[in-house]
């Protein structure tokens, strides 16, 4: 066995190739597969959607020499084989998370905490935990406490990639590849630990960026959290069994992409909307005012605001397409 | 020539085949087929994306001898003919209405009811006109009066089809195809025009619905000109100047998704706003107060209410998905 791969400084396994061997037998056609084996074991907590793609993708690309996944439910595991999302998955959660160097929370937001502390006693000393949730203050805090009694190191994640189809089964190893996931280190965050994880995530295809945690909940409370609940209120609203015979027929595909994520996990959404319920009702506020002063230009038929109104939104939405933040479109 | 090959008594087009010809030849795989060539000349008035993509698809499905397309640029000449979208186009207004049995106004809202004048020294006696505009009240009444001075029929419709590109070179033959299209036949219809505009946008493909037009613009505020309001909206206030550094970083998948109609025509969706602004304020007082509702429940920290909000929009949204209320949905 050579040595490791990575040059800075973050790696505990043992590669199995060296990266000259390797690029002499299989040249690298991007940085992605300088990073192979990166990790002796990852444990995914909660193999679903999100949990299952990471474990495709990091299987694919070879960054662990085995990954293992914790699911709560027997059913899952025939799920999860079928995915191939793992190499084994088992409902022990000691067995999953022991010798683990890489463990990854994707439950609920609100399970995170006491799942953190199950697995304690099988954490090893030196491990790197992060997760996958959507809101991160509450979770940096909480588990990086619980996380740091076993001498691991806890580096939350929001790799912005996802879909309203729930389940490991619609898991895909490219999910990640061209998103954005933000990393919020924490106060005193190891850096060794926060430049292996951005190197994993890297590895997946996805674009880092560290953030602080509250910035990070502001932010995605207008981008995410606020489409999120403004989709799931049109619908409510116009398929509503109050509403005029023929609604629901004359709703096309405009309505179809505007309201598509109002078919995500209501479990889910619910957590992230507890979790981050400040942030959000302070977004719900800015955007109510912003559709109030659209209706008042309408209200008072003046139609060079009311152009004013579509023609800002468009040049915005379509210069921010142009700009490749939406790298993660197709 | 053969007979007519439409049984209900609306041709007045000589088709090309009997229906009893066509059959040994072309075994007919839809009703499509049977409907073909229903007029002599159809003409467009306004070769954009939706005039564009009716003259693509009713040369594809040969439903007339000779497809005619009125622009008012030069310049838009060359582009009908590279989309290959009309058998000829014409900055001449009355040359293009001349002899037509079918004319189609698919320009802005706000221009109909001038260019109708301006065509009516024209129009054939006993031809039948209609639009594609998205409000219909105002059309249907102003139109179908001037039309009326002719001697021709005014029916009105409203595909429910479209995209956020726009032109004639975003024009596709299967625009219309598993859409909705209403036809709006004011008070006083002329039942064989109606019938026969019916089966002109079924031979597109689309499914035809009926409704009085004060109704069409009520149902369509909700469901097509509120979630346009709330998109640009969502884009106005998260891709701000004033938003903080790293906010449009932060935009992913379900964001691009939600906001894909903010990127429509400014002018097309002022003309809408405004045309249709009653039920469009209207609407939106009804939107903000499913959001406060919401908002509401999460100030109180109300899990089970909030669950409850996501739950009912997933399930009322796949609902409708499952019922092919979408069909026009890819």
Known sequence: MGGCVLIQGACQATPLWSEAAFSIFHPPSSIRYLLAVQFQKITILGVGLLGG????????????REVAGFVRREASLRDCEKAGAVDYATTDL??????ADLVILCTPLAQMRALAQQFLPALKRGALVTDVGSVKAGVVREVAAVVQQAGAHFVGSHPMAGGEKMGVLAARADLYAGSVCVLTPGKTPNAAAVRKLEKFWQSLGARTLRLDAAQHDLLVSRSSHLPHVAAAALVNLVLNSASPQDQAGLCATGFRDTTRIASGSPEMWRDIAVANRKNVVRSLDDFVAELKKFQAALKQNDAPAIETFFATAKQRRDHWCACGASASTK
Do not use: C, E, T
């Open 94 to 99: 000691l067995a999953a998370v022991s010798q």
């Open 53 to 64: 793609s990471i474990g495709l993708a990091a299987r694919r690309h070879k960054l662990a």
